[in-house]
């Protein structure tokens, strides 16, 4: 998950943040005020700006230490581990609330699920959330997915909603509840390219294919005039630990 420390100024001002009604529905569905939350791999603090709203005592955990120095001038107030989860102890009792913004695919696939819930005191809730970034416009969709492909063949994206099936699917969790937030996000050939050199599949091609796909968006984005609408997609999974 150390991947976008090279780029973590970056990462903080090109991502785009969280919808506050996140803490909201957190609270509600928890049932009353949580006593304490753990967010994991935290990043420079997307997600902390929302779940610092909900009030409790906030622990982030987060791998890289230019992302988690970042993240400790942005939420002075939040302790933070700069470690993994599998190497992070949690409390005596567990967490009230466990969260986890644009990073559950960063965990192991065969223990993230049981690793969260021994993370959570009984009867806590895990809340897992990130954004899918599509396109408002299908004519823009289609020229992206299109010249993108030409560059890669062999990328492919992730279901939509896919760590809601994770989730369902490995059972450690009851009560699974889904929310979706959607807005369109106009940004300009600059503020769209600066997002795309935060993404994990740019990050990971070599300094040439980079390039290579830089060059063609912007080409992409001159021609629909100088403005991309993304549909961006938020979605929350909660549960509660039995």
Not at 64 to 79: E, I
Request: charged share 20%.
């Amino acid at each position: 998950m150390d991947v976008f420390g090279s780029v973590a100024d970056l990462y903080e001002t090109a991502r785009p943040g969280y919808p506050s009604e996140i803490a909201e529905e957190i609270v509600a569905y928890h049932g009353s005020a949580p006593a304490s939350v753990v967010e994991i791999g935290a990043g420079t603090g997307k997600g902390t700006d929302v779940l610092a709203r909900i009030g409790a005592p906030l622990t982030c955990i987060e791998p890289d230490p230019r992302m988690a120095a970042l993240l400790a001038t942005r939420h002075s107030d939040v302790r933070i581990h700069v470690s993994t989860f599998e190497q992070w102890s949690p409390p005596p009792g567990g967490a009230d609330v466990l969260a986890c913004a644009m990073a559950w695919h960063w965990l192991d696939p065969a223990t993230r699920n049981a690793h969260a819930r021994q993370a959570l005191a009984p009867g806590g809730t895990l809340a897992v959330l990130g954004h899918r970034y599509d396109y408002a416009d299908p004519g823009q969709r289609a020229a992206i997915r299109s010249a993108l492909h030409a560059l890669d063949a062999t990328a492919r994206e992730r279901p939509t909603d896919w760590f809601h099936q994770d989730i369902v699917d490995h059972g450690q969790f009851v009560n699974v509840r889904k929310e979706v937030f959607r807005r369109d996000l106009p940004l300009d050939r600059q503020r769209y390219l600066d997002l795309v050199r935060t993404f994990g599949p740019y990050l990971s091609r070599s300094p040439e294919q980079q390039q290579a796909g830089l060059t063609v968006l912007g080409r992409l984005v001159d021609d629909f005039g100088g403005t991309v609408v993304l549909d961006l997609r938020t979605t929350l999974v909660l549960g509660h630990r039995p």
